[in-house]
């Protein structure tokens, strides 16, 4: 019984620290030179699907498409109280935009079994909000957008109430639903501490074979792969392996991957110039002001 | 997949509710009307709902050259499968080169369910759009007359320009209030082509239970006048000065997130990236250091004033009149001027 959600969540560059440290000279941003965050909104709908599972039971599942470092919110996501986490991650996913994100996704999704999917409204660096409705539409799925409170699950029909900006709206459907949820929702929860000492060594295969090269530094690739698996078995056995798919494990058609997938390019970047105006140095005084409003009343600026 | 096409119109959907049209859908009209122009092609506004035959005169007022109306009675209340099946049938029946959705709750739910049904590209949350060519770096192939989809990016601190080559329609959605609605002219002639859909139960996988609207504590849009209100005013009994000056100004009470996030006014007034954009005839900014988030919502303001304390805040480089000292003095001082000249 009980109900089985799978949140997508992703990991992103804190972009409230930008600061002009972490700008090129060409006005892209060094991404690398930011802190890799887990999406705000996402952990929202993170704390929606352990919400549901705590009241009904059930099955959480975390998914997450990025570079291997995307490892880390999974494990925050197990420290929450996720049941299980996924990692899809190949070079090939490179340059996605979000039309081949949501297929790649949609692929990813299909292979599980679910009854509600849960996206965060929107990720922090690209702010596009545009995800979750494109993987609805992949997987045939009713979208919900916006949700800031779960109202009622009751058997196969879920009813949400969304955040339609000049107020609110209650929707009832058919589950299997997709969900965006808004920072509203709820605070989410913080790691539980026996969690983490239970999860923060659960890794995946890629984070394996790359510590297996730390530690031996003269490398030989059959022995390294061989230790590797060797590892990874034992992690499997205590329930501490993050599965990991690539793009070929999803069975997702590469047309439609990476930047051969993307319609949307990028035609130019250019950094926020702040624009010089003609402008007036006004005295803090009585007289200074008083000039000031008699412009502003003369060019009829003031009525 | 839709192939190119380079007769296609320039199409504008043309959100409503209960039968009153968005803002949105006519302030892009004036830019839409630019860009198709420039093409040479037709703008077209597609207007889906129940009975709502009366938008169309309006929507060729604002520059519409064609209506597409689609009235259905499950059109009656947004959702997104319905709607989404509609435009895209639309989409595919007359390959429109250009499709462009407001940025609203409405058009960022149905916009990507579109995109991705018709396997095209979106760009989200535009502040701008225009027409121009695109060389490919690897074969030095020229593309000309793409849509330029031109977004801030990164939190506002950069701005990027998106592009479809070759796949289409190109789509976007639009930021609310960042284009000038254009003024409606009664003379204008249009086509109205009527469309027939089938729609059944299933079209219609949501039940709307109950809605709620709030009414807006204030319409900064339409206010011609603006004094908005930063961190620097320090507290809410003090933000009184900043209702004081707009009161005797007839204008409207603004702020930044940092005011709103410090519980010194509701966020309905806060101007911004996550906030409204405005463009009045004066904006007057009180302790204010002028984020790019900000800047973001007043740049195009007519006139500004700043008042600031600190030299190099960054509102100084947008401002028309810069008063450096403390808001406590400069503020009180405005008030007592503009009481004194009888206004
Ligand atoms: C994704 C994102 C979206 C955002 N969206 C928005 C948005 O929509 N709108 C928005 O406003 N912000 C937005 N922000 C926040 C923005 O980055 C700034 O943090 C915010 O605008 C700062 O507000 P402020 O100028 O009131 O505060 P501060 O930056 O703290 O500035 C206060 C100013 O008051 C001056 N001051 C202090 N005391 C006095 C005095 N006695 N007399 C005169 N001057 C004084 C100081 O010199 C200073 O310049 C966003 C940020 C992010 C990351």
Known sequence: MGYKCIVLIKQVPDTKRITGDVMNDDGT???????????????NALETALEIKGQFRGRVTVLTMGLPGASAILRESLYRGADEAILITDPRCAASDTLATSYILSCAVKKLDYDIVLCGRQAIDGDTAQVGPQLAEKLAV?????????????????????????????????????????????????????????????????????????????????????????????????????????????????????????????????????????????????????????????????? | MIEVNRKGEVWVFAEQHNGRLED???????????????????????????????????????????????EHPLLGHYQTNSYAKVMYDLIHKYEPQIVLYGATITGRDLAPRIASAAKAGLTADCTDLQIGDHTTVKDKKLHKNLLFQIRPAFGGNIVATIINLDRWPQMATVRE??????????????????????????????????????????DLKAARIIVAGGAGVGSKDNFRLIWDLANCLGGAPAATRAAVDLGFIDHDHQVGQTGTTVRPSLYIAVGISGAIQHQAGMSQSQKIVAVNNDPDAPIFQVAHYKILGDLNVVVPLMIKTIREKGL
């Not at chain 1, 941003?29 to 952990?43: G, H, M, Q, T, Y």
């Not at chain 1, 390294?224 to 992690?235: F, P, Q």
């Not at chain 2, 198709?36 to 169309?56: F, I, P, S, W």
């Open chain 1, 29 to 43: 941003v060094k991404r690398s030179a930011l802190p890799a965050i887990f999406n705000p909104e996402d952990l």
């Open chain 1, 142 to 303: 009713t979208q919900i957008t916006y949700v800031e409170e779960l109202i009622e699950l009751a058997g196969k029909t879920i009813t949400a109430q969304r955040n339609i900006g000049n107020g609110s709206q209650q929707v009832k459907a058919k589950l299997p639903v997709l969900l965006t949820v808004v920072g509203d929702a709820n605070e989410p929860r913080v790691a539980a501490a026996r969690k983490m000492m239970k999860f923060k060594n659960a890794r995946t295969p890629i984070e394996v074979e790359q510590e297996g090269k730390d530690e031996n530094p003269d490398p030989n690739e059959a022995d390294i792969k061989e230790l590797a698996a060797h590892k990874c078995s034992k992690l499997e056995k205590r329930g501490l392996l993050i599965k990991q798919w690539d793009l070929d494990s999803v069975g997702a058609d590469l047309n439609w991957c990476g930047a051969g997938g993307s319609p949307t390019k990028v035609h130019r970047i250019q950094s926020v110039v702040l624009a010089a105006k003609q402008s007036k140095d006004v005295e803090p005084s009585a007289d200074g002001i008083s000039d000031m409003i008699h412009e502003l009343i003369e060019e009829k600026t003031i009525t």
């Open chain 2, 24 to 70: 949105t859908p006519l302030e892009l009209m004036s830019k839409a009307r630019r860009l198709a122009d420039t093409l040479g092609v037709e703008l077209a506004a597609a207007v889906l709902g129940d009975k709502v035959k009366g938008l169309a005169a309006k929507l060729i007022q604002h520059g519409a050259d064609k209506v597409y109306l689609v």
């Open chain 2, 177 to 218: 209030g960042v284009m000038p609605m254009p003024e409606p002219d009664a003379a204008r002639k249009g086509k109205v082509i009527e469309e027939t859909v089938k729609l059944a139960k299933q079209d219609l996988p949501l039940q709307l239970l109950a809605e709620h609207k709030r009414a807006k504590k204030v």
